[in-house]
């Protein structure tokens, strides 16, 4: 094919009309404990900068497949089990960052 537009200005019109086609197709969901494996480095404690992995816990592969099953949650256990990371952190940043949803939180305190 016979083009009378310069090289670099082709190059140019390829690379938008592929972005184009990128951005076109939707967006692949993944489930929370994929996206948590994929995502999320542990700041701090004895697994410091390693990734989260679910299966460190023996609960947290079930419970985070189960998060979106359900419409209101109770999560209760022992002190250091990683409720907080696992029914809460997780939870939100995964709504925020993979689905893009609003998300409010409230956090009671002793003074409500």
């Known amino acids: ?39 999320i480095v542990i700041p701090s404690g004895p697994f410091e ?21 359900w419409r209101k949650h109770v999560i209760t256990g022992p002190s250091q089990a990683g409720k907080s990371l696992n029914a809460f952190v997780l939870v939100v940043l995964y709504h925020v960052f993979e689905l893009q949803l609003d998300v409010i939180i409230g956090i009671p305190d002793l003074n409500m």
């Open 49 to 69: 900068d390693y990734p989260y992995l679910a299966d460190r816990l023996p609960y947290a592969r079930l419970l985070l497949s189960e998060i979106g099953n």
């Open 1 to 39: 094919m016979i083009s009378l537009v310069p090289i670099d200005q082709q190059a140019t019109e390829a690379s938008v009309a592929l972005s184009f086609v990128r951005n076109c197709r939707p967006k692949v969901i993944r489930p929370i404990v994929l996206w948590a494996e994929k995502e």
